[in-house]
């Protein structure tokens, strides 16, 4: 297997794969690894296909350009596999495709990443954190680990017992990835309180108050209990210290592709096989699939200083700046149609993002979604054209077929992603004077069809399969009380849902959108085909 050579094979087998078509990196990589171990600069929390396809990537641009010498740590602080299944066995080195609309691939082995640490029950590994976070070299700490990575708090905004008893632990390692990282940040802070900017590169708004938010509160509850001294809280509200940028950023980078493992074998690449880290569990591999298109824009907020990435695309601006271009793609231009072509598309049996496309309904849905709604409230950033972006997403990317993604992923946990993909365009209609909620006919369907969707029925009236979510035990409670086909059974158990602003962002209620997702929520379960019937009528209407 190609991967799985030595690294010396590697090097003095280039032109194996440079035969198959596959790129190999133009540095020596064990000098970077060995550097970056001595002096690490760059340590990511979420080893997934993201990272791998992306900032992973950027890195050996980077490197590649000779404007850094260094590579990244990457670290998994649960209990994925990811780490000891498609790290260790190939030396850190990845494949990355990128799937072209044209079907073509292009074909690059990664190497910037220089170490890989998994912190599951593993006190040498916690031990190897401390050292690098004493590290007076190590500049950002970045993180890709969804949006329920930083959520300290159960549906009632209370801390979660299983959190709240980790966090009165202390110092001790915790496989919570924010109290993982405010107890690292104690580590810098006694060591020097050494500058660091900790950088989320998560898909939700504000996403670095959200970062701070999390530490913070891990923070102060120490010093309730005594665990830490003032001068912790602190250091981390200091800026000139430590900093949490904003960002945003787009990349598509689905489960790894059974199409792409079966090309890849063709061309003779020996490391094509599709893992599972556990049974049901997502899929990855020694390579990941990914689209052409990306973006990456983050706050200039670095108090040690930074890599040069904006010499390999990525953006550095100003904090309204970044808002703008997070606002326009998260809560407009791409996540949200995102989002409502997975629930719509598990109820009416898709398996890919790129069939629903050529279903006239849903691709109208996305383009009333993003043009006629969503748009009324973005503002042009000037770096991105938000009218570019949404074509780009809706003609070229979401119908691209060699993208397998599947609505099945893509509506994994979204309880957590509803109040920015949503909410956020409902508070600007609720707040300009020359916009009304009321108004809004697309967004609240979606919200019932995401309701619909909590009850494992589809379109046909047929069980179906829910993607895994911290909050549906919390919501099924309600669900379940509501009957296929009996819209009596309603009732007021819709109400503690669309009422909750942990989910929306708001009290749909109070702004009168509450009943009409209610009404809505009311046809789609009448009967079989009524979701179908639904939105073919919302949208020819």
């Not at 064990?30 to 992973?56: C, D, I, M, Q, Y």
């Not at 809706?394 to 509506?411: C, G, K, L, M, S």
Request: charged letters at 25%.
């Amino acid at each position: 297997m190609l991967l799985k050579l030595g690294i010396d094979e590697l090097i003095t087998k280039k032109e194996q794969f440079a035969e198959t078509g596959i790129k190999t990196p133009e540095y020596d990589f064990e000098k970077v690894w060995e550097v970056t171990e001595k002096e690490p600069t760059w340590l990511h929390f979420g080893g997934g296909n993201l990272f791998r396809a992306f900032h992973s990537v950027l890195q050996q641009h980077l490197i590649e350009k000779k404007e850094i010498d260094k590579g990244i740590i990457v670290v998994s602080s649960g209990n994925s596999g990811t780490i000891e299944k498609i790290y260790h066995p190939y030396h850190n080195l990845s494949l990355n495709v990128v799937m072209k609309a044209d079907g073509t691939l292009d074909m690059e082995v990664i190497a910037s990443v220089a170490e890989s640490i998994s912190t599951y029950n593993s006190p040498e590994s916690w031990d190897r954190l401390k050292e690098i976070f004493r590290s007076p070299s190590l500049q950002l700490v970045t993180f890709s680990i969804t949006e329920k990575g930083y959520d300290l708090r159960d549906l009632n905004g209370e801390i979660r017992e299983s959190v709240r008893n980790d966090i009165f632990k202390g110092l001790m390692q915790s496989n919570h990835a924010m109290i993982m990282v405010a107890a690292l940040l104690y580590e810098r802070y006694q060591s020097g309180k050494v500058p660091l900017a900790l950088v989320s590169t998560d898909n939700f708004s504000h996403n670095g108050d959200k970062l701070k938010e999390a530490v913070l509160t891990v923070a102060s509850m120490w010093k309730e209990i005594g665990v830490v001294d003032n001068g912790f809280i602190d250091y981390i509200n200091d800026e000139t210290k430590i900093t949490f940028p904003w960002s945003m950023i787009d990349k598509i980078t689905p489960q790894s592709s059974e199409i792409v493992s079966e090309k890849l074998t063709e061309l003779g690449f020996g490391s094509a096989e599709i893992i599972y880290t556990r049974p049901n569990g997502p899929a990855i591999a020694p390579f990941v699939n990914t689209e052409e298109s990306e973006y990456l824009v983050i706050e200039d907020r670095f108090p040690n200083g930074r890599p040069s990435l904006e010499k390999v695309g990525v953006y550095f601006t100003k904090r309204e700046v970044v808002d703008q271009v997070e606002r326009m793609k998260v809560c407009t231009c791409l996540n949200p149609l995102h989002t409502a072509l997975a629930i719509f598309g598990c109820l009416l049996d898709y398996t890919s993002i790129a069939d629903e496309m050529r279903d006239k309904d849903l691709k109208a849905l996305v383009e009333k979604l993003g043009y006629d709604e969503g748009m009324k409230t973005v503002t042009d950033p000037g770096i991105i054209d938000p009218i570019q972006f949404i074509k780009e997403v809706i003609e070229v990317r979401f119908p691209n077929p060699n993208i397998p993604d599947t609505p099945q992923r893509i509506a994994t946990d979204t309880s957590q992603k509803l109040g920015i993909r949503f909410g956020e365009t409902i508070k600007r209609y609720v707040e300009r004077e020359d916009l009304n909620a009321t108004d809004l006919t697309f967004i609240p369907l979606t919200i019932a069809a995401w309701c619909r969707y909590l009850m494992g029925i589809n379109d046909a009236g047929e069980e179906m399969n829910i993607s895994p979510d911290p909050l549906l035990n919390e919501v099924q409670q309600y669900i379940n009380k509501i009957e296929f086909g009996n819209t009596d059974s309603i009732g007021t158990n819709l109400q503690p849902i669309l009422s909750n602003q942990k989910i929306f962002g708001t009290n749909l209620y109070e702004i009168g959108l509450g009943t009409k997702i209610e009404e809505f929520f009311k046809q789609l379960i009448k009967e079989p085909g009524a979701v179908r019937k639904t939105l073919h009528h919302q949208i020819v209407s």
